[in-house]
């Protein structure tokens, strides 16, 4: 497959998605050992609801919306990929435990090694077709745009904490305006093929990113400061880690165009979830 993705982008998208994985783990530290420890349950609950519920959904849409081609690869694809790096800063801005969520995401993102692969035996049954990525091209791409930067951050935590302290906000702002800045960048880049993709991965994306927020968050059960943690975790899906299954199995180019709708469909949603419980959290102590 040849990536419509110019490289001087894609660079640029690897540069904000490495600041915001080190900006995330300048929050790493001891706590998030505790938190997980304390939750183990919810930690487990989340992680189903993160794995198995959007992928079956995906496959249940596809098939009775009869949805085929490049869109409905692009969508199983995001479907099957968990562990979107800025799922941490998403639900933590959303009011969740920030000693949670990176445990949490990092549990998401290791899990993926074996998820991942199995995923794409059963959707080969299912569809009845010849994909296959291997864990260790999983592990490559997760070890890489995510581990190491978040190592970094998490070791200038422990060695520098107060230089890490400062670092923090400005970065995280930083970043977010950054990630901003490439998502019209990259839609200006693949209007074309996002035309051609048409409304259908977009609104996929919405569509299984309302159910996924839904199951995460009835997973929490009634620990209400993981609650928006584990609804964020289970809708993000990892764009990248899709695009890489689409190159290993040499698919058209233009699944990016549907894997990219389906990201900007998910974006909208979780933002307005973001902000909705944001609201709902500041206003809980005074009604």
């Known amino acids: 497959m040849t990536t419509p993705i110019p490289s001087w982008l894609a660079l640029l998208v690897a540069a904000a998605i490495f600041a915001v994985m080190f900006s995330l783990g300048l929050m790493c530290g001891r706590e998030q050992v505790a938190a997980v420890l304390q939750r183990r349950g919810v930690l487990a609950m989340a992680l189903f609801a993160a794995l198995i519920p959007v992928p079956a959904a995906a496959v249940l849409l596809v098939k009775l919306a009869g949805i085929q081609g490049v ?27 920030p000693a949670f969520a990176p445990a949490l995401h990092l549990a998401i993102v290791a899990l993926a090694v074996v998820t991942v692969p199995v995923s794409m035996a059963v959707l080969s049954a299912i569809f009845q077709k010849d ?45 977010n305006l950054a990630l901003l800045a490439l998502v019209a960048a990259l839609v200006v880049v693949l ?58 199995n040499k698919m058209p180019a ?26 709902r959290g500041r206003q809980a102590p005074a009604s």
């Open 71 to 97: 869109v409905a690869a692009g969508i199983l694809l995001m479907a099957i990929s968990p562990g979107a790096p800025i799922a941490i800063r998403r639900a933590i801005e959303a009011g969740g435990e």
């Open 131 to 175: 994909f296959a990525i291997s864990p260790l091209d999983v592990a490559r791409q997760v070890f890489f745009a995510q581990l190491v930067p978040l190592g970094l951050g998490a070791t200038l935590r422990a060695l520098r904490p107060q230089a890490a302290a400062r670092l923090e906000a400005p970065l995280a702002r930083a970043t």
């Open 254 to 279: 233009t699944v990016v165009a549907s894997i990219f709708g389906y990201a900007l469909g998910a974006a909208l949603v979780i933002a307005a979830f973001v902000i909705w419980y944001g609201r």
């Open 191 to 248: 209007w074309p093929l996002l035309a051609e993709a048409g409304w259908v991965p977009a609104a996929a994306g919405a569509v299984l990113t309302v159910c996924a927020l839904a199951i995460g968050a009835a997973c929490a059960a009634r620990d209400a400061s993981v609650r928006p943690v584990a609804a964020v975790a289970a809708a993000m899906r990892n764009p990248g880690l899709a695009l890489l299954i689409a190159t290993v």
